[in-house]
């Protein structure tokens, strides 16, 4: 299986596009996925060709919106398929994330270790199996833990036997792989007051969506094999932190709905992390939260988290490149530094792209759903940031868009996974030879 | 007067902190205003002390917002002043914006004038002195045809005598300083049938909004006085023309309300001209538009037009920036260009800080908003985007804001006029000795 992986890498490392390859990739996946749940023998009930499609880009794409229930339209083979089509997209998008990760650093990474010594934890001589090996045992491992932890707690509820099994391989792979499809109807709104599954949901969820090299660098760093994290790990921390705090209290200060409820603050917290993890279950309905409170959830989600694991969003790092800016600028400093490091030229540009483009695709898709569909501009505007950032949050109109709002959602997921690694990519062949200034520390974006 | 005026751009040449100068030098204008507006004396009816402040900063920033009707709450002497503040806030940013735009860019402009023969065609060797007077006469000089247009096509409606004057010379000094404050209580609606009417408005708005510099540089090149037009006028003129057609496009073909109109291309052409000169008058009503065309209203006013003029909005030269950035990353270049010119690394990034700081006023006031206020986001972010780009279209609901709501779009039409430019000015008196190198083309932002 694992030679398999690393011929596949080789070819990707020598074609001459790998972007296109990727696309590609990706393209046939969604495409096998919709040909399988095409499949009537896997059907509880008709479902339509653009749900069948719909589903199976949200669950390759590991977004969760979804336009039909799960559990009613697919018995177990169906939901087996979308749990494997979810692990795929999930395993096949921290592999490329680590390895781009690994890839754009590289040339720093060795000069870190030439001249100040090894702030980079990751080896620079890692071969390629040996870190596909190290991101599958890590998520393999990460989800037989979750689906323990969700057995217990689904017993507790009275889910149990093969169906209690069954479910609590489902959701953990879905909250690791940050996929957020569930088999409950209501996502996890019933269990809103239970500890266990809140706390299982969100540590599988940040461990995925932090991605294995951050959660790899800081456990390095605790088992003291490091002096120090790397610069990209800090600021990727120390800004999920941050967000999620805010974010947090926001919500258990200013939202009715999480006021009134006995579990305010795993509440808050929840809506927080499920926001920016993208992994998007969630325990209260979002069709019924105040509207600064969606627009906190839009920002969250447009946020997202770290550029090395399962989560979409323009990324903290981008985020970091973009504060930098604004503040060197307006402190009037020649170069453009974070925490005393000097962010590179190139980098700057990167982020400055990725924000650009990220936020003309949000509006661009708003205004184009807005002539499409008959919903209020703030749910529009969620189900975009949600699809794009592949949340799968929802106000609840995913199930009512016309064929061409599907269609637009549909390709919004792809564009939210495949687009922003591609055009990653795409920017990173690109720099070749350009100057990625020996002095300047380097930032993923 | 003028030396006065031009004693004052000495002192202000020479001050430390001309920035702080400038938002002081706004802020009391506005404090002026207020008191004045405040004597019991102008008033017809009762005025609350926060709308006197409303309508004082909004004529002042050139906005044009209002909470109360103009014409119902001050007598000829109100109404008087507040014709004064527009001029004044006209006057102040258009002479500020062109000061700004000549010495960002006179470095360049000697070199120019050195290598390759003078292109910019401001003469460098300008006196402050004549460069004001040449502004205000051009003021005053486009003010007068406007009244005399004005007052053709009043008397035409049935507007005469001393009342016809007065409604002719207060809305050509708000068209002309795209103020879009008006003596009618629902703007222009009762005259998108009179032609003249819709072209005294346009030219006058479009001529305050695109600028000294970008017309005079127009009118040499017409006269032949000069080989070409400047890089910068050049972007700013191609924008606002590709721009205003994309927009009067979908206006005509796919908004309800101008569809059913008998003049469709006029009320198409005005309310994209209106959105991007930021002037803000309005033909048809804007609280009844459909979702889209709201969206692309929003679009339009963000955007605004040109940086020397007296429009708002984030301005068509940092929209280029950010153009130049995505466009040149994506193709791989190792500079950021545009039309095969070279773009400044330091322009670049106060473009980008434009950008970012641009936005995110934007959706940090919308989601305070969604606070204070009881209507949907996408009337909310209308008003917002209206406040800050100091249009001062408005879905109708500037009446009925919260107190906090009002304080909030006074601190933002504020923003809009003193803070775009102090930013400016601050990130430019940071540039000092920094590397505008000598091959790149400039574009000011
Ligand atoms: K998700
Ligand atoms: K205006």
Redesign the interface.
């Known amino acids: 299986m694992f030679s398999a992986i690393q011929s596949r890498y080789k070819r990707f490392q020598i074609s001459k596009s790998p972007q296109l390859n990727l696309v590609w990739g990706f393209f046939l996946y969604t495409l096998m996925g919709f040909l399988l749940l095409s499949i009537p023998l896997f059907h509880r009930t008709d479902v339509a060709f653009l749900d069948n499609l719909f589903i199976s880009t949200s669950a390759i794409s590991t977004t969760g919106l979804v336009t039909i229930s799960i559990f009613d339209s697919y018995n177990f083979f169906g939901q087996f398929i979308i749990m494997i089509l979810i692990q795929l997209g999930g395993i096949g998008y921290m592999t490329l994330t680590t390895y781009y990760l690994l890839f754009t650093t590289k040339r720093i990474t060795r000069w870190h270790q030439k001249i100040i010594g090894a702030e980079f934890t990751m080896p620079a001589t890692i071969q390629i199996k040996d870190f596909i090996k190290s991101v599958v045992y890590f998520t393999l491992v990460m989800e037989f833990l979750g689906t323990i932890s969700f057995y217990i707690a689904f017993h507790q509820e009275g889910i149990t036997g093969l169906k209690g099994m069954w479910f609590s391989l489902f959701h953990s792979v879905s909250s690791f792989c940050t996929a957020g499809s569930s088999l409950f109807n209501d996502s996890f709104e019933s269990f809103s007051e239970n500890t266990l599954i809140n706390w299982t949901i969100s540590i599988l969820a940040i461990a995925g969506s932090l991605g294995f090299i951050v959660i790899t660098d800081v456990w390095y760093r605790i088992r003291g094999k490091s002096k120090a994290i790397t610069f990209t790990s800090k600021i990727i921390i120390y800004g999920f932190i941050i967000l999620l705090g805010i974010g947090s209290l926001l919500f258990y200060f200013?939202e009715p709905l999480v006021k009134a409820s006995e579990h305010r603050l795993m509440e808050a917290f929840f809506q927080s992390m499920t926001s920016m993890t993208t992994v998007g279950f969630n325990t209260v309905p979002i069709g019924s939260l105040s509207?600064?409170l969606l627009?906190?959830t839009i920002?969250l989600m447009y946020i997202g988290a770290s550029p090395s694991g399962t989560a979409g969003g323009m990324k903290i790092t981008t985020l970091t490149a973009?504060v930098a800016?604004?503040k060197s600028?307006?402190?009037?400093q020649?170069k453009?530094t974070f925490l005393k490091r000097t962010i590179p030229?190139e980098r700057l540009?990167?982020a400055?792209?990725t924000?650009?483009?990220y936020?003309s695709m949000i509006?661009l898709f708003?205004?184009l759903l807005?002539?499409t569909e008959e919903s209020?501009?703030?749910k529009i505007?969620f189900e975009v940031a949600s699809a794009l950032g592949t949340v799968g949050l929802s106000t609840g109109i995913t199930a009512d868009l016309s064929e061409v709002g599907k269609s637009l959602i549909i390709l919004l997921m792809f564009l939210g996974r495949v687009g922003v690694l591609t055009f990653g990519f795409?920017?990173l062949?690109?720099m070749?030879k350009?100057d990625l200034k020996l002095k300047s520390e380097d930032l993923a974006v």
Chains 1, 2 share one sequence.
Not at 329 to 332: A, I, K, Y
């Open positions: 200013t509207l600064p627009l906190l920002f973009m800016i604004l600028r307006l402190l009037g020649k453009i030229l540009f990167v400055t792209s924000f650009i483009l936020t509006f708003s205004f807005s002539f209020s501009f703030d505007l795409a920017l062949m690109r070749k350009q």
